[in-house]
Structures are given as C-alpha cells and as structure tokens.
C-alpha cells in the first residue's frame, strides 16, 4: 500500500509499505480522508520519530475486522481517534484522560495518511465512531479538532454570557467562535494577522474581529469590555507575543487558556504578584478524549457547525507534497484534506 512518509516538512516520500496485519480483537481501515493538523507542521516535535507516517484526523471505511472484535462489521464508516486512555490509573481516576501514560502509547499503524491502517485493541473499544451514511468522510475528520476546542472550552469553564477574545484564526480559532456561541457566549473577538482568516471568523459568527498590524487588540478589548477585560482568552496562535497579549486581555478572574505549544526553549515571563492580585488562570489543554470526540460527532452530524466551509483543499494521498505546502504557506487555507482518491 502506499503512505506519506514524512522526512522533513519539504520532504514527505510517498512509499510502499505492506498492508498491517491485524489480531482477533483489531480492526484495519480503508483510509477514505484524513485532515493535515498544525501539529503536523510543527517540525521540533517530530524531528526526534522521523521517518514516520503522519495523521491523526482519520476516517475510512472498516476493511477487516478481527474475530474478536464486538460492535463493528466489515464495510462500517468509521472515525478512529488515535489515542485513547487506560481508565484506570492515577490520571484516570482523576479524569484527566490525555494525561495518560496510555494516552501517548496508543497509536494507529502505520498513521493516518496511509491507504490502510491497524486500530489496536483500546482504540476500537473506546474510540472507534461510527459515522452517519450521509456524513462525508472529509467533514467526520474534523471530529479530532472540534473535540480538542470543545475540551478547551470546557476547562476554561465557559458560561452563558461571557466574552472571549481568541488569537489565531486558523482552523481552531474557527471552531473556537462557533462552539463559544453555542457555549452561549456574549461577545467574541477575534484577533489574526491575516485578513481572509478574520474575514472566515465574522462568517462563523465573530463578534469583532482584529489585525494586530493595523488595531491595538488591547484598546479594541477594553472598547469592548467597558475597560475590565475578557472573560477568557484562547490562544491558538504558537507565539509568546501571542500569549503576553492575551494576558494583557484577560479580566481580572479570567481564564487564559493554552491551546497552542510555543517553540521548545521559548519562555513566557509571569509575574507571581500579578497573577497573585489579578488572579488570572492559566489553563493548558491538550488534546481530546473520549468524550470530547462523541460531543464533537454530534455537533457535526446535527449539522450545528458548518464543517463544510472549514475545509477548504483537498488533495489525493499521492500529493501530500502538496497538502503540506498548502497548510503551510497557503495564507488562504483553513483546513486541509488528504482524501485516498
Ligand atoms: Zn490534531
Ligand atoms: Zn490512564
């Protein structure tokens, strides 16, 4: 079968690789459409695992199943998440599903952007979703990305009525607007480089929006806010300068919540007196679990976010030369789809 390997963010090699085999109690899918995630395109966190198959967003059709497997058949469409926790240690037991040892050791074989790949046992169990008959494959890959913005939100204990201001309108910063209002926030501000971006924000229900070149998003907030600040602030943009100005946004009592990871050895300076008297919260969220994934589903399905206009290139598995490129460098893109055909 053929896979995108991936050597080097410029040099991704479509090869040949044998189909996984699989055990009684796994499953092995058809990949039909897997999305490109910014992690995918920070270079410092894979260097370390290259050569490797990339993918994380997958969806596909079941082409085998194990004799042991229950609840699934061959021909099912299916989303599959590529991690899953143990539900039985420490983290576990105090819910923190994405911080589990497990969590990291699970993983489809060989990724996502292979014309197969393996599930193993966990992930079947806990993990695997099927998908609507009616649900295209390419919208079911937004499962994983909506599932990590929704876990976001949540810890960030968002309310009816409050204000956010979100920095970074890229895909997630998107999802970030549509789920904040149906969270039943007040007012969002949204706050980009790129104007396409801002302009996508304000279709998806942005309240305000903001190019840091041209308007100072500290004097927009507190326009906006009768000069108190937001309730909470998520930064999806990977940049210190990202995180100063969104604790300068942050309300007293306000969340601030880290949605993207910086540069490893880039350092945000805190003041502990500060956040001591300004009591500002800092709320890191990584990743999804189980649950997040089956509200996600459900929001997509009742077609309550537009997924549709979230995805804006596609490209065949053969041309994941150029779906990386595109996420990348394309200033218009949002998110990028490989599909198998
Ligand atoms: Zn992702
Ligand atoms: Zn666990």
């Known amino acids: 079968m053929k896979v995108a390997m991936y050597y080097h963010q410029q040099d991704i090699r479509i090869e040949e690789m044998p189909i996984p085999a699989i055990n009684k109690d796994e499953i092995l899918v058809e990949m039909k459409a897997c999305g490109v995630c910014g992690s995918d395109l920070m270079d410092w966190y894979l260097k370390s695992r290259v050569p490797l198959v990339l993918g994380h967003e997958p969806a596909g059709v079941i082409a085998k199943s194990g004799s042991r497997v229950e609840g699934f058949s061959v021909g099912d469409r299916v989303f599959v998440h590529h991690h899953v926790a143990c539900f039985t240690c420490h983290y576990c037991m105090h819910e923190d599903y994405t911080l589990c040892k497990q969590f990291h050791k699970t993983n489809i074989e060989p990724g996502g952007f292979a014309e197969y790949f393996r599930v193993p046992a966990p992930n079947v169990q ?25 876990r976001a939100l949540r810890k960030s204990g968002i309310q009816t009525g409050d204000s956010i201001v979100i920095i970074g309108s890229g895909t ?54 009768e000069g108190i ?8 943009a990977p940049s210190i300068e990202a995180y100063k100005i969104g604790l300068r946004v942050c309300r007293k009592g306000g969340k601030l919540c880290i949605f993207a990871p910086t540069n490893p050895g880039e350092y945000l300076q805190i003041s502990p007196k500060e956040l001591f ?17 089956r509200m996600a589903l459900e929001l997509i399905k009742s077609e309550r976010i537009n997924v549709k206009e979230l995805i804006t290139h596609r490209f065949k598995l053969v041309e994941a030369v150029e779906a990386f490129k595109t996420a990348v460098e394309n200033k218009e893109s949002l998110k990028v789809i490989v599909l198998s055909e």
């Open 126 to 150: 806990i993990d695997t979703l099927k998908i609507p008959e009616v649900l295209p494959f390419e919208e079911a890959t937004l499962i994983e990305p909506i599932g990590c913005c929704i």
């Open 172 to 225: 997630t910063g998107i999802i970030h607007v549509a789920l904040s209002r149906m969270f039943g926030a007040a007012k969002t501000i949204v706050s980009d480089l790129i104007d396409y971006r801002l302009r996508m924000a304000e279709k998806f229900g942005a309240d305000v929006t903001v190019n840091p070149e041209n308007e100072d998003l500290a004097e927009v907030v507190k326009a906006e806010t």
């Open 229 to 236: 600040g937001t309730d909470i602030v998520i930064v999806t």
């Open 277 to 293: 008297f300004s009591e500002i919260q800092i709320i890191p969220s990584y990743s999804t679990s189980h649950l997040e994934t």
